[in-house]
């Protein structure tokens, strides 16, 4: 019998999606969840999702990375899943939902964008040559005046492997700041490669920039290979909170395997 999914595509990531309230799919098959990720072979995405029921919550998010392992929150994932719930008609234009690093918030907006509410970040580390913090996944910043000709798997590969980073891992992001608005361009761990857009990357890369500039509460609109973003927040303390990240997500295609 062959695996019923849905394709969505959030803002330069696209992500394979299954209803999985009944529990059937095997989660811990981690040659079966890279196979559907392989775009040679499989369906092809950056990731798989599992919308599952929960007690209190909406439902459940669970995200493996395209290697097939279980992986940390991500933000344009959360959109698509929302996006997702809403088809299946879970949801309304609102919702509350469990996630690997805690309970989110999300607003379906009339224009059809979903702002998912992150979760609030306690501290922004100073490294050497930029910043490190946990946007509910790992993520190192690294600000430069230009990003033209950057080798962003290079570059990207040297800090996720460095004697610091390599034993955890962590997501690497390059970013040009332009007043209120920020490129970026991300290394994925997990992938292993540079994607298109990342959703906790970007909300890392805002706060900060907000940080470095001494902003304590606004936003920045942002623009990733893959598309265009907005990132809002309020400064508490030595981190961040009331964090919004806002971005399409769009339904591609559903399948079934053979």
Avoid at 1 to 18: Q, S
């Amino acid at each position: 019998m062959g695996i019923h999914f849905y394709k969505y595509h959030g803002a330069g990531n696209d992500f394979v999606i299954l209803d999985n309230r009944d529990l059937t799919f095997e989660a811990d098959n981690f040659s079966l969840v890279a196979w559907l990720c392989d775009r040679r072979f499989g369906v092809g995405s950056d990731g798989l999702m599992l919308l599952q029921g929960h007690p209190v919550y909406d439902f459940e998010m669970r995200y493996f990375n395209s290697d097939g392992r279980e992986a940390s929150m991500c933000g344009n994932g959360g959109r698509c899943i929302v996006a997702f719930a809403r088809q299946l008609g879970i949801i309304g234009s609102t919702t509350r939902f469990m996630a690997v690093d805690g309970p989110h918030e999300a607003v379906i907006e009339e224009g059809g964008d979903i702002s998912l509410k992150m979760g609030d970040v306690g501290r922004v580390e100073a490294v050497e040559n930029g910043y490190f913090l946990n946007t509910g996944s790992p993520h190192f910043v690294r600000f430069a005046d230009t990003l033209d000709g950057l080798d962003v798997f290079s570059e990207g590969r040297a800090v996720r492997y460095s004697d610091r980073f390599r034993k955890e891992g962590t997501n690497v992001n390059f970013v040009r700041q332009e007043g209120s608005h920020l490129t970026v361009y991300t290394y994925e761990r997990g992938v292993e490669a540079e994607t298109l857009a990342c959703g906790t990357g970007i909300t890392a890369s805002a706060l900060c920039a907000a940080l470095k500039s001494g902003l304590d509460s606004g936003g920045y609109s942002v623009t990733a290979k893959g598309g265009n973003l907005a990132v809002s927040f309020e400064k508490r303390g030595d981190g961040f909170a009331n964090i919004w990240l806002r971005g399409p997500a769009e339904f591609v295609f559903e399948g079934t395997t053979r």
